[in-house]
């Protein structure tokens, strides 16, 4: 390692390297928030000049719309804006004003302000009902409701600790909309979002499965998993979720028999789905090689009832950003042994 000259030769007290990195975040917080306070400033200014900047317009109606379309997709939404809004008062009863109506939903969307654009879609859809563009409105909500979704940044805690609400609310209307309009042209990109919806919930079931797991607490885990693979099988964590599910199944079923074949079944939906995955030989080593022999007519374990047994609480979310350790690792790394710890024990 190249250290700079001048360096001294013992380290700092570590009270010092303490107050050093606090100082360095303590910066990089503020130089963030004068950046973003700037960008807010010169958008603002940039906003108010736009508004006062006049537009002219066209004679007819068509004419007004083409030329808000073209703002539009140029990104002068302010311009855009006036069209669209001209369109609709000056000639009410022209078809373009409907379309005025959609657009203005639009150019709300293209600058940002996506609850403005849901109660604009939604009005469109309310007083034009049968209109040929329902659907396009019904889409564009569900990716208004996506967009919304909170992003990672580093100063909060990751999305996946977070209320997944928003998330949920997305993946519905996207979900109704491809039900009820299979052949609309927005359907392949609708399912791109769901399936986007389904991993970032799947991503908070496993964070809540591991946050149970590492505290020893087995039975919610295995309740959180089956809920997963349930719901969001196939949104990528698939290999993950049989691992620990057969994992907490197996530690609870070194008192309990009836866990100790769930535990088995898990495993043998495991084999099923993921034959050739190495965690899945590996979690085999955590039954013991006891033999795992279904029940005729036994249903999937992801199928198994994920309600809290009588007399027990169902598992609360934890909070967000609530202590969890280390992440446990990926079942491809974990270790050949037995890597169940005993009650109160995180997972190696």
């Given at each position: 390692m190249d250290y700079p000259t001048g360096m001294p030769s013992r380290p700092a007290p570590r009270f010092v390297a303490a107050l050093g990195?606090?100082?360095?975040?303590?910066?990089?917080?503020?130089?963030?928030?004068?950046?973003?306070?700037?960008?807010?400033?010169?958008?603002?200014?940039?906003?108010?000049?736009?508004?006062?900047?006049?537009?002219?317009?066209e004679k007819t109606a068509k004419a007004n719309y083409e030329k808000g379309l073209a703002a539009l997709n140029k990104g002068s939404t302010t311009d855009a804006q006036k069209l669209f809004a001209y369109v609709k008062t000056k000639f009410p009863y022209s078809e373009f004003a409907v379309f005025a109506e959609l657009r203005l939903a639009d150019t709300a969307m293209a600058r940002g302000e996506q609850a403005a654009a849901i109660d604009a879609y939604k009005l469109f859809i309310k007083l034009h009902p049968t209109h040929v563009m329902v659907p396009y409105?019904?889409?564009?909500?569900?990716?208004?409701?996506?967009?919304?979704?909170?992003?990672d940044w580093f100063l909060v805690p990751p999305s996946y600790e977070r209320e997944q609400a928003a998330v949920q609310d997305a993946l519905k209307h996207l979900t109704d909309y491809v039900a009820r309009y299979p052949d609309h042209d927005m359907v392949p990109k609708a399912k791109e979002l769901i399936i986007k919806c389904k991993r970032k919930l799947a991503d908070h079931e496993m964070y809540v499965a591991r946050f149970y797991y590492k505290r020893g607490k087995y039975l919610a885990t295995a309740q959180r998993l089956r809920g997963l693979l349930a719901d969001y099988k196939g949104a990528g964590l698939d290999r993950d979720a049989y691992y620990y599910l057969v994992a907490s199944l197996a530690s609870l079923g070194r008192s309990d028999p009836v866990k100790a074949e769930e535990a088995c079944s898990a495993w043998l939906d495991m084999k099923k789905d993921l034959p050739d995955e190495g965690a899945t030989k590996r979690a085999l080593g955590l039954l013991r090689g006891a033999p795992c022999p279904r029940p005729a007519g036994a249903a999937p374990v992801a199928a198994a009832a994920t309600t809290a047994a009588p007399g027990t609480a169902a598992p609360k979310v934890p909070p967000a950003g609530a202590p969890s350790g280390s992440p446990p690792p990926a079942p491809s790394e974990e270790p050949t042994g037995d890597p169940v710890p005993p009650p109160g024990a995180g997972p190696h």
């Open positions: 990195s606090a100082l360095a975040v303590a910066l990089a917080c503020a130089a963030v928030a004068v950046a973003v306070a700037a960008a807010a400033a010169a958008a603002g200014c940039s906003a108010e000049t736009d508004l006062l900047k006049p537009v002219s317009y409105a019904t889409f564009r909500i569900g990716l208004a409701m996506f967009e919304q979704v909170p992003s």
